[in-house]
């Protein structure tokens, strides 16, 4: 097995969490022992989350999605936007709110859940009045921890240690573009996704009756 980022080894990583043992779970209680809270940060595509919703829901797992309000990629609001939140339902997730400092825009697209985009570290572990911050107690313990972030896994890929059952539970911070796109590298897979993101907005173009020839 090799570990690339690919949508054909997310599926192995959730096959791997199955084998060993785990249960998926959400931010609406504590972690308990067993428990694999899947967690995305949806930065750039929800074209991209949805090919990795997809797969969980074909293997039987959920997550919860942490969308945002104040991408500067994608618009939750248009008609693409709702419609990607209500599949990613459909398919068994949670959508909750990947916010851009200092603002929470939740409303009742969210359950109150927050993920800061970004964060520094003043206000990353700061508790958010209303919801829950992902990145407090319970919900956080860096040995608890694992993320993808930049195409790279500060530990290594935590697949042979699901399938072991090391964890005791697991938040797994996961971004959809960097598994649904192509890439040995962030550059590179940033790259895959901007040449995607262009034929799509050309296709919204001729959607809005401009002439491209
Ligand atoms: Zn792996
Ligand atoms: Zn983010």
Same mark, same amino acid.
């Given at each position: 097995m090799t570990c690339e980022f690919s949508l054909a080894h997310y599926r192995e990583l959730l096959e791997a969490a199955k084998a060993g043992g785990y249960r998926f779970s959400g931010f609406d209680r504590a972690p308990q022992p067993g428990d694999l809270l899947l967690r995305h940060d949806v930065d750039l595509s929800l074209e991209a989350a949805l090919a990795l919703a997809e797969v969980e829901a074909g293997a039987g797992? +959920?997550?919860?999605w942490f969308l945002m309000t104040r991408s500067n990629f994608y618009n939750l609001d248009s008609?693409?936007? !709702?419609?990607? $939140?209500?599949r990613l339902r459909?398919?068994?997730g949670r !959508?909750?709110?990947?916010? $851009? +400092?200092?603002? $929470?825009d939740l409303d009742d697209r969210f359950e109150p859940v927050v993920a800061w985009h970004n964060p520094d570290p003043e206000y990353m572990s700061a508790p958010v009045e209303g919801a829950v911050n992902v990145? &407090? /107690?319970?919900?956080?313990?860096?040995?608890?921890y694992r993320s993808d972030s930049n195409q790279r896994w500060r530990?290594?890929?935590?697949?042979?240690?699901?399938? @072991?059952?090391?964890?005791? +539970?697991?938040?797994?911070? &996961?971004?959809? /573009?960097? +598994? %649904?796109?192509e890439g040995a590298t962030m550059g590179e897979t940033m @790259?895959?996704?901007? *040449? %995607? *993101? =262009? *034929?799509? =907005?050309? /296709?919204?173009?001729r959607a809005d =009756?401009? *002439?491209? /020839?």
């Open positions: 797992a +959920w997550s919860t008609a693409a936007g !709702v419609a990607a $939140v209500a459909e398919l068994g !959508v909750a709110h990947h916010a $851009v +400092w200092p603002h $929470v990145m &407090t /107690e319970p919900w956080f313990d860096p040995e608890h530990h290594g890929c935590p697949h042979e240690q699901l399938a @072991r059952g090391e964890f005791g +539970w697991l938040q797994l911070l &996961t971004h959809p /573009e960097i +598994w %649904a796109y @790259r895959a996704f901007l *040449d %995607a *993101d =262009r *034929d799509a =907005r050309l /296709e919204l173009l =009756r401009i *002439d491209l /020839e």
